[in-house]
């Protein structure tokens, strides 16, 4: 079953934060992942304004993004914007309604 990872962004250092998503879609796409949307233009319907920069990824399942995010590859990326270059917020969801 597909799963989906979403990222919010504030970038805070441009310069710092670009070496972080220069190396991302290479990781991605090593791990089966496909980017359905990357920092286009977006409208926040409700909730805070403290992210402008909005990222959908599909994987084709749970453990399969899961993986990707804890590669040892992603984790040397992300330590650019975890050193001050921005904040984010990812969640990993499966696709589906759990709800029924």
Sequence with gaps: MAAYWLARARIDDPVEYKKYTDLVP??????????L???GKYQIMEGPHDFHRF???????????KACFESPEYVAAAS???AGAGVVE??????????R
Excluded: C, Y
């Design 80 to 82: 650019f914007r975890r």
């Design 26 to 35: 290479a990781i991605i796409a090593k791990h089966g992942g496909k980017v």
């Design 37 to 39: 949307a990357r920092g």
């Design 90 to 99: 990812n969640v990993l969801v499966e696709s589906g309604d759990a709800t």
């Design 55 to 65: 990222v959908v990824i599909e994987f084709p399942d749970l453990e399969t993004a």
